[in-house]
């Protein structure tokens, strides 16, 4: 006989926080187990005791999971800007002008998802001034000071933020392969640097950008496989 559980089931990415997101994905880095992580995902998701994720019916887990799952396939749209706690953050307004710091912390964080709620510190500050779509943020401080607050961010805006860096990215590392591998001037003067500093030549250098690339692509399945 199964006991009755009041159960509130997400149905967008913005009801799950990234912290919950956090919990989940650590579980699954080190276990292949699909029922215990239909289980935990139902656990984290879902906000209940494991213990009685045991006594809901093996059909109701399958489609509440399968609910769950789904939403991770649709694609993921950036957002400027979210409300939390009360309080309106905004996206960098323009990435052109972002600082040494933001830059370093940035690049630090935004690929680790133990310390996404980091990245997204950079990425997102309360709003100090708004006139129609533009806006002012807080000017940045470091990440510490909103990372505890980040861990509680929607899961859609994260990751929304992470899809838009990574097309950023590609488009970037598209750009330069290009033309470097265009520009026959441009090959000649590396090919002669590194070769007078090194020995090794462009040809390295091309190779490494080129698996960035790669690896780029290989990013959006990321999303998908770990939900």
Not at 58 to 71: A, K, P, Q, R, W
Not at 122 to 145: D, F, Q
Not at 146 to 163: F, I, T
Not at 204 to 222: A, I, K, T, V
């Amino acid at each position: 006989m199964y006991m009755k559980l009041e159960l509130t089931i997400p149905t967008t990415l913005n009801e799950i926080k990234l912290l919950q997101y956090q919990a989940f994905l650590k579980v699954a880095k080190d276990n292949e187990d699909g029922e215990f992580l239909q289980q935990k995902m139902v656990q984290l998701f879902c906000g209940i005791d494991l213990k009685n994720v045991a006594q809901i019916r093996y059909s109701d887990v399958n489609e509440i999971t399968n609910s769950l799952g789904n939403m991770f396939t649709k694609e993921h749209r950036h957002i400027p800007t979210f409300k939390m706690g009360g309080i309106e953050f905004g996206f960098i307004p323009n990435l052109d002008k972002i600082s040494l710091g933001e830059y370093r912390d940035l690049d630090t964080y935004i690929t680790d998802w133990d310390n996404m709620h980091k990245a997204m510190a950079v990425l997102y500050r309360p709003i100090k001034a708004k006139i129609k779509n533009k806006y002012e943020i807080e000017p940045y401080n470091g990440s510490i000071t909103y990372s505890d607050v980040m861990k509680h961010a929607p899961l859609d805006v994260v990751l929304g933020a992470q899809v838009f860096f990574y097309n950023l990215s590609k488009e970037l590392l598209n750009s330069t392969l290009n033309y470097l591998e265009s520009n026959q001037e441009v090959q000649t003067i590396l090919q002669e640097r590194n070769l007078t500093q090194s020995g090794v030549g462009i040809t390295h250098s091309m190779l490494s950008l080129r698996e960035m690339l790669e690896d780029l692509n290989r990013l959006p399945n990321f999303f998908y496989m770990n939900a």
